[in-house]
């Protein structure tokens, strides 16, 4: 059973983060993972497998149950033959916490340290994070392509998504615009599994170059395409019965989140189908949006508000759009179509 922290418990951990993402990154490097997932492992096997000393073993794996990870059944004084589980699936969320391809890593290069031990002189306005660190909306191409490969390195909850939902969205459609579609990387895993659609990635002109070489590297030379424009500026392009916004609108006040919303509509064809996707406002997803909120504490153009799916699903009503159903995945995706002209 598991049992919620005290407020005082969870400060002693949030105290000690450095130190707890020592032992997770150990737990994974040295495969001890990978042995207490499947469990249960006795303490006294552990150590003769990783060649560790059983009672410092013990004191780790007391770091670990600490964070919640473990399970554990004691056996009198005999602490060699005390057993361990991990949670499931515990490796692999490890992985894509501390792991290479990890996206806590990729986002520690952002400057956040220019507001570390000055967020009250920031909350005042009186400390910012400038345009030559991080500007919003990019404004130098270089900005610009490192912004969307960053994107690209998050992009797995939603990959998993749209995969397991691949013949309900596309079976049926012929041409996709992934709007704000960063490098072509979503677009891209949507063509592998919809052989028969075409995908079109709607994004400022800077990021042409970054889709040329997505669609060379995934072998989508004729139907990954690349349409330039600047969504805040003009309008959308028409001719399209697909249309995706994911991880775009929660960048946006709500009166712009609705007008991006207006022009999907007025572009889609009818019977026209629109995917949106992003970090839905839960206690997990807000935890793991923990670093954009920090760090953009200093950054007032960018609203970076998680919203509940409920203000989507109402919007699209509003809107005009019909037929809206929040499939389930790692993120949900809100669906909805552009009546027919016949309904």
């Keep these: 059973m598991t049992v919620a922290l005290s ?13 707890a993402m020592d032992v997770l990154a150990t737990a994974f490097d040295t495969g001890l993972l990978d042995a207490l997932e499947p469990g249960p492992a006795r ?25 919640g990870l ?5 056996a009198g004084d005999d602490i060699g033959a005390t057993t361990y589980r991990a949670l499931p699936g515990l490796r692999d969320t490890v992985a894509a916490v501390v792991g290479p391809d990890a996206v806590e890593r990729d986002r520690d290069r952002y400057p956040w340290r220019l507001l570390h031990g000055r967020l009250t002189e920031s909350l005042r306005g009186e400390v910012s ?8 909306p990019p404004r130098t191409d270089a900005q610009t392509a490192e912004f969307e490969r960053s994107m ?20 049926d ?55 330039g424009g600047d969504f805040l500026a003009e309008p959308l392009p028409p001719g399209y019965d697909a249309l995706s916004f994911v991880r775009v609108l929660h960048d946006w006040p709500d009166d712009v989140a609705r007008r991006l919303l207006e022009q999907a509509y007025a572009a889609l064809e009818p019977g026209g ?16 949006q923990f670093f954009w909120s920090y760090f953009l504490i200093g950054v007032d153009t960018c609203v970076s508000r998680l919203r509940e799916t409920d203000f989507y699903t109402t919007l699209l ?17 809100i669906i909805a179509y552009k009546p027919s002209t016949a309904g």
């Excluded at 994070?129 to 919003?136: E, L, M, V």
């Excluded at 009503?317 to 995706?333: D, K, M, N, Q, S």
Aim: proline letters at 6%.
């Design 7 to 19: 407020p005082r418990a969870l400060m002693s951990l949030l105290a000690n983060g450095p130190k």
């Design 70 to 74: 473990l399970t554990r059944q004691a």
């Design 273 to 288: 189908l629109i995917v949106v996707s992003e970090e839905f406002r839960t206690p997990d997803r807000l935890a793991m």
């Design 152 to 171: 690209a390195v998050g992009l797995g909850p939603v990959l998993e998504s749209v995969g397991r939902h691949a013949d309900a969205l596309w079976s």
């Design 129 to 136: 994070i400038g345009d030559d660190d991080f500007a919003w």
């Design 173 to 227: 459609r012929r041409r996709l615009l992934d709007v704000g579609g960063g490098d072509g990387t979503l677009a891209a895993h949507i063509l592998d599994s919809a052989p028969h659609l075409r995908a079109d990635v709607y994004n400022l002109p800077a990021v042409a170059p970054l889709v040329a070489a997505t669609r060379v590297a995934r072998g989508h030379p004729d139907r990954l395409g690349f349409v």
């Design 43 to 67: 303490l006294d096997a552990l150590a003769t497998q990783f060649r560790m000393r059983p009672l410092r073993l013990y004191k780790f794996l007391d770091c670990l149950e600490s964070l």
């Design 317 to 333: 009503a509003e809107i005009g759009f019909a037929r809206t159903a929040v499939l389930p995945g790692t993120w949900e995706l």
